[in-house]
Nanobody, 116 residues
Framework: QVTLVESGGGLVQPGGSLRLSCAAS????????AAWYRQAPRNQRVEVAG???????NYADSVKGRFIISRDNAKNTVYLQMNSLKPEDTGVYSC??????????WGQGTQVTVSS
């Protein structure tokens, strides 16, 4: 069993920054691919950033140039650096991973609120 725990969310003013972490623990050897998702109130969950198995990354148009996804494979941890935050970035951010054995797992999410 693998557990994902996100942290780093909170309240931030527009223009500010936050760094989210997603730590995987349990019976995991490696992370093959990972992604961060955002779900705003009354909206569907959308992928905002992905870290693919081939080492490439991809971003939603709304966050390009502001968000950076990265991984620390030794710690089985995925990060999302969020800069120049806007009110429309508000939502619950959750991470999803696919392990080296091909199994998917999801975290519970952490709230990010961008407001003055």
């Amino acid at each position: 069993q693998v557990t994902l725990v996100e942290s780093g969310g909170g309240l931030v003013q527009p223009g500010g920054s936050l760094r989210l972490s997603c730590a995987a623990s349990g019976s995991i050897f490696s992370i093959y691919a990972a992604a961060w998702y955002r779900q705003a109130p009354r909206n569907q969950r959308v992928e905002v950033a992905g870290s693919n198995g081939d080492g490439t990354t991809n971003y939603a148009d709304s966050v390009k140039g502001r968000f950076i996804i990265s991984r620390d494979n030794a710690k089985n941890t995925v990060y999302l650096q969020m800069n120049s935050l806007k009110p429309e970035d508000t939502g619950v951010y959750s991470c999803g991973i696919v392990t080296g054995t091909g199994r998917p797992y999801w975290g519970q999410g952490t709230q990010v609120t961008v407001s003055s």
